[in-house]
């Protein structure tokens, strides 16, 4: 069974702006304690296409996913590395990150992609970010029967986690105003 849902939201800041704020919302210090499930970031590579104008990059991702404590005695761990890997399209305007767990996929399988686009009723002053995220528990005896309570767990954890990145991405497109305006917050 795969527990999947969508989401979208929309920032009232232009497309440059909260795109800036996606990459700065794990290295900014204060936003530690809101998204303390993240425990590092590392950029493994990115690359400039000068033809195309297109960002790449990858990144490594170490999360605290602690679950039930029946899943941790099974899985033997509350620690999950993660890739994201992110294309950057300043001509069209679009910013797209797809996350996926490296670690643990013989118990669970998670993707999440996000699209970052100027919002089609303000595109200059807006921006729609669109989140789709599949949760797959691997159906194994200890656990098929509770494989659906697991990944409903799962993704409420995903939708808290969601609205905390929001949060942290909205304060940022703040400071960021904030700073282009010449005040300091």
């Not at 620690?79 to 305007?93: M, N, P």
């Not at 996350?99 to 699209?115: A, D, Y």
């Not at 159906?139 to 409903?152: D, H, I, T």
Request: charged share 25%.
């Amino acid at each position: 069974m795969v527990k999947a849902y969508t989401q979208e939201y929309i920032f009232k800041h232009p497309w440059e702006r909260v795109t800036s704020a996606s990459w700065r919302k794990f290295v900014d210090k204060e936003n530690k304690l809101i998204l303390s499930h993240i425990l590092e970031v590392d950029t493994l590579n990115h690359n400039l296409d000068s033809s195309s104008g297109k960002l790449c990059a990858t990144r490594a991702i170490k999360v605290h996913c602690p679950g039930p404590w029946f899943v941790r005695k099974i899985v033997g761990q509350d620690i999950c590395h993660c890739l994201e890997s992110t294309v950057v399209d300043a001509r069209s305007r679009s910013m797209q990150l797809i996350s996926w767990n490296i670690s643990l996929q013989k118990f669970i399988e998670v993707e999440e992609k996000t699209r970052y686009d100027p919002h089609p009723d303000n595109p200059t002053g807006w921006t729609i970010c669109r989140q789709e995220t599949s949760i797959r528990i691997k159906p194994l005896s200890a656990l098929a029967s509770m494989a659906e309570k697991v990944e409903q767990k799962c993704a409420e954890r995903f939708l808290q986690n969601s609205g905390k990145s929001r949060e942290v991405m909205e304060r940022i497109c703040k400071y960021l105003e904030a700073e282009s305006s010449g005040f300091a917050l």
